[in-house]
């Protein structure tokens, strides 16, 4: 599971960080931040509810199997190794 979000479009309700804060919390303008993109397995279920309790859809998870990882991060580009 990949949760991600769309600050630009967060009404700033702040239900995701109170159902799940250990995956959501707000940044200075109170717009939702993701803490753990890949949230363990036993929060999926809460995740899901934050999901679906978003009142403008601005949190979205990808339900794909991870991609093996390449070393580089989650949000960083590939490493350029060997230069």
């Given at each position: 599971?990949?949760?991600?979000?769309?600050?630009?479009?967060?009404a700033?309700?702040?239900?995701?960080?109170?159902?799940?804060?250990?995956?959501?919390?707000?940044?200075?303008?109170?717009?939702?931040?993701?803490l753990?993109?890949?949230?363990?397995?036993?929060?999926?279920?809460?995740?899901?509810?934050?999901?679906?309790?978003?009142?403008?859809?601005?949190?979205?998870?990808?339900?794909?199997?991870?991609?093996?990882?390449?070393?580089?991060?989650?949000?960083?580009?590939?490493?350029?190794?060997?230069?």
């Open positions: 599971m990949y949760v991600s979000a769309d600050k630009t479009t967060c700033v309700s702040s239900l995701c960080v109170y159902r799940v804060p250990e995956v959501f919390d707000q940044d200075e303008d109170g717009a939702v931040e993701v753990e993109p890949h949230p363990r397995p036993e929060l999926r279920d809460e995740v899901l509810r934050a999901v679906r309790g978003c009142p403008t859809r601005s949190i979205h998870v990808d339900e794909e199997p991870e991609a093996p990882s390449n070393g580089a991060g989650v949000a960083g580009p590939p490493s350029s190794r060997g230069a």
